[in-house]
């Protein structure tokens, strides 16, 4: 009996998805989540889990972040990225930042089926015309990677507002924190990074950055 665990906004396709896998795992227990926040409680939750699908641009993910977090608390967790986008240095950099699989929204119920099964057995999958395409990272990514796993999700998200361009004040109201807790905060994260000055933490912030939004839909 297999435990998948299916990330993403969309109740839509949650649902799609985890009717096409029930189908085919006999047994299969789907468990859901719609935010980064959730899933890592679900992550928390559910210690036995098999297999996380995992959606980059779910509220709360950061584009990049979620996936470097998750891999980073949970090692030994095999993560598949479903993405609209197909996009090959996005695709690159999941891979290269611990993702077992990357598997475009617009494939068939069988793909997807096939494409997890060859997880299951430990062995990573991308689509057949996109494998020979993909580019390793370089040590100035991989270095990126480690710097963010460091932060917390709170930490994070005071990064995002930086580079949004908000003051402290702003980012103390969006969050409901002090003024004094934001600077705690940056703090912190300048030291992560080994950053000096807002501006040296928002140009790593847009290295984490991926298409808008609204293009991966």
């Given at each position: 009996?297999?435990?998948?665990l299916?990330?993403?906004d969309?109740?839509?396709?949650?649902?799609?998805?985890?009717?096409?896998?029930?189908?085919?795992?006999?047994?299969?227990?789907?468990?859901?989540?719609?935010?980064?926040e959730?899933?890592?409680?679900?992550l928390?939750?559910?210690?036995?889990?098999?297999?996380?699908?995992?959606?980059?641009h779910?509220?709360g993910?950061?584009?990049?972040?979620g996936?470097i977090?998750?891999?980073?608390?949970?090692p030994?967790?095999?993560?598949?990225?479903?993405?609209?986008?197909?996009?090959?240095?996005v695709?690159?950099?999941?891979?290269?930042?611990?993702?077992?699989?990357?598997?475009?929204?617009?494939?068939?119920?069988?793909?997807?089926?096939?494409?997890?099964q060859q997880?299951?057995e430990?062995?990573?999958?991308?689509?057949?015309?996109?494998?020979?395409?993909?580019?390793?990272?370089?040590?100035?990514d991989?270095?990126?990677?480690?710097?963010?796993?460091?932060?917390t999700?709170?930490?994070?998200?005071?990064?995002?507002?930086?580079?949004?361009?908000?003051?402290?004040?702003q980012?103390?109201?969006?969050?409901n924190?002090?003024?004094?807790t934001?600077?705690?905060?940056?703090?912190?994260?300048?030291?992560?990074?080994g950053?000096?000055?807002?501006t040296?933490?928002?140009?790593?912030?847009?290295?984490?950055?991926?298409?808008?939004?609204?293009?991966?839909k």
């Open positions: 009996m297999n435990q998948f299916i990330a993403d969309h109740p839509l396709f949650r649902e799609a998805l985890k009717g096409a896998l029930q189908n085919q795992f006999e047994g299969l227990e789907v468990i859901e989540s719609e935010n980064f959730q899933t890592l409680q679900r928390s939750q559910y210690d036995d889990l098999d297999l996380l699908l995992l959606d980059l779910m509220p993910n950061g584009d990049l972040y996936l977090r998750i891999r980073e608390d949970h030994a967790l095999p993560i598949v990225v479903v993405s609209g986008s197909e996009d090959l240095n695709i690159s950099k999941v891979m290269g930042y611990g993702a077992m699989g990357f598997i475009p929204k617009a494939s068939s119920s069988q793909d997807i089926v096939s494409a997890l997880v299951l430990g062995e990573s999958w991308l689509p057949a015309d996109i494998k020979e395409q993909i580019q390793d990272l370089d040590g100035e991989r270095e990126l990677a480690q710097q963010i796993a460091s932060l999700p709170q930490q994070y998200k005071v990064l995002q507002y930086l580079h949004e361009g908000l003051l402290n004040k980012i103390a109201y969006e969050l924190i002090s003024e004094a934001v600077k705690a905060h940056i703090t912190a994260i300048f030291r992560k990074l950053v000096y000055n807002r040296q933490a928002v140009l790593i912030a847009s290295k984490l950055q991926l298409e808008p939004i609204e293009a991966a």
